[in-house]
């Protein structure tokens, strides 16, 4: 019986667009999420720490035994830790790949990926690897930590149930779509409904409005032939229509650029939304 998922250690710099669904996503699989800052210059610590997850500054190297000896002077559990190290390459449909992996029992399981053109003897040192990611217990942490800077996978303890896997190329594993997921058009239709944005309720209108006043008008040089009250009428209602059809299409734009302002000004200065 393995020892539950405890902890998801997001390993990275710079991922403000991303760490809120990071986070949100690792605590339906886990009990902790912490973030190993490697240097961020944008928001990525204050989103973090606004939605609850713990952030350390992590300045060494992303070696695993560097990693664990870190993990080790936050606190001791006998849970499992995923460390993930979020790259441009990782996904979050590659969370449940790890995730299955923790949950096989494994003291160690070391995805990693490194350059095929050196050929290592002795083992594969495990300072050069790239980290894809890595799941360690506490008995396997404790371990990793006592080992030296160049100790290689022939090192590791019989003791301990470790498996070092290497990947060349990325797992592909089949996405099934979902309704949410396969119609993003309908998602922004009924969020523009809910939410009455100008654009739809201006925008649309005048659009179609323009479109036919302008296809109607190139039609009534050769419609008419003499001048009555039927074709003064049309003529009218059809540049009625352009007219019409234009000056929704400014208001919409009008009412959507000055509620992007008063939002802005809102949060600017804390303003109450309902004010």
Same mark, same amino acid.
């Given at each position: $019986? ?6 998801? &250690? ?12 990071? +986070?949100?996503?690792? #605590? ?34 992303? !070696?695993?035994?560097?990693? !664990? ?20 390459? %990782? ?14 029992? %494994? ?17 594969? @040192? ?12 506490? #008995? ?7 080992? @030296?800077?160049?100790? !290689? ?9 470790? #498996? ?25 239709? /009924? %969020? ?12 649309? @209108? ?7 006043? /302008? ?22 209602? !059809?540049?009625? $229509?352009?007219? +019409?059809?234009?000056?929704?299409? $400014? &208001?919409?734009?009008?009412? /959507?650029?000055?509620?992007? *302002? ?5 949060? *600017? /200065? ?6």
């Amino acid at each position: $019986m393995s020892p539950p998922l405890q902890r998801v &250690v997001l390993i990275g710099r710079d991922i403000e667009l991303r760490i809120v669904s990071l +986070i949100v996503r690792s #605590r339906e699989v886990a009990n902790e999420v912490v973030l190993f800052d490697t240097g961020s210059n944008d928001e990525t610590v204050e989103l973090a720490n606004e939605v609850g997850s713990s952030v350390v500054h992590h300045d060494g190297d992303l !070696t695993p035994q560097a990693l !664990t000896k870190a993990l080790l002077e936050l606190d001791s559990h006998d849970g499992l830790t995923l460390f993930l190290p979020i790259t441009a390459r %990782w996904k979050l449909s590659d969370l449940p790949l790890s995730v299955n992996r923790a949950r096989e029992g %494994w003291d160690i399981h070391h995805l990693y990926r490194e350059d095929s053109s050196v050929n290592h003897e002795n083992g594969t @040192p495990l300072s050069s690897t790239e980290l894809g990611h890595l799941v360690v217990s506490h #008995r396997g942490a404790h371990h990793l930590s006592l080992l @030296p800077q160049d100790a !290689t996978t022939e090192d590791i303890s019989d003791e301990v149930r470790a #498996r070092f896997v290497k990947s060349d190329v990325q797992i592909q594993l089949p996405q099934r779509q979902s309704l949410a997921t396969a119609s993003r058009f309908a998602q922004l239709f /009924y %969020w523009m409904l809910e939410s009455k944005h100008p654009l739809l309720l201006f925008g649309i @209108p005048g659009v179609v409005l323009f479109v036919l006043g /302008y296809r109607l008008s190139g039609d009534l040089a050769t419609m008419f032939t003499e001048l009555n009250s039927t074709s003064i009428g049309v003529t009218l209602i !059809t540049i009625a $229509m352009t007219l +019409i059809g234009l000056f929704a299409m $400014m &208001v919409a734009l009008i009412l /959507y650029i000055m509620g992007k *302002q008063v939002a802005r000004i809102q949060n *600017q /200065y804390n303003w109450p939304k309902g004010s």
